[in-house]
């Protein structure tokens, strides 16, 4: 079975800086782009950054500069390193991957549970 379970999520002050982790495990016979998501209270939930198999990344408007996407393929991983973090960062943080689950298959985007990310001002 395919999971993506995330990790790094917490409370932290205005100007401080998270980490999310997001691992993929299971029978993955290759992966594409993986991306994070966030939704706030209220709001629809969207995109905040992806990462290409090969290393290129789109940022949000709102996050550039302040957030670097980065990805490990040997360990099927996604990360999100968080700096300068405000009030308005605050949201659950999911993470997603396009997933080839068999050679012949096509991609499917699979998604994590969600972390909460919560920024105090």
């Known amino acids: 079975q395919v999971q993506l379970v995330e990790s790094g999520g917490g409370l932290v002050q205005a100007g401080g800086s998270l980490k999310l982790s997001c691992a993929a495990s299971g029978s993955i016979f290759s992966i594409s782009d993986m991306l994070w998501h966030r939704q706030a209270p209220g709001k629809q939930r969207e995109l905040v950054a992806s990462?290409?198999?090969?290393?290129?990344?789109n940022y949000a408007d709102s996050v550039k500069g302040r957030f670097t996407i980065s990805r490990d393929n040997a360990r099927n991983t996604v990360y999100l390193q968080m700096s300068s973090l405000k009030p308005e960062d605050t949201a659950v943080y999911y993470c997603?991957?396009?997933?080839?689950?068999?050679?012949?298959?096509?991609?499917?985007?699979?998604w994590g549970q969600g972390t909460q990310v919560t920024v105090s001002a």
């Open positions: 990462i290409a198999s090969g290393g290129s990344a």
């Open positions: 997603a991957a396009d997933l080839k689950l068999r050679v012949v298959s096509p991609f499917y985007r699979f």
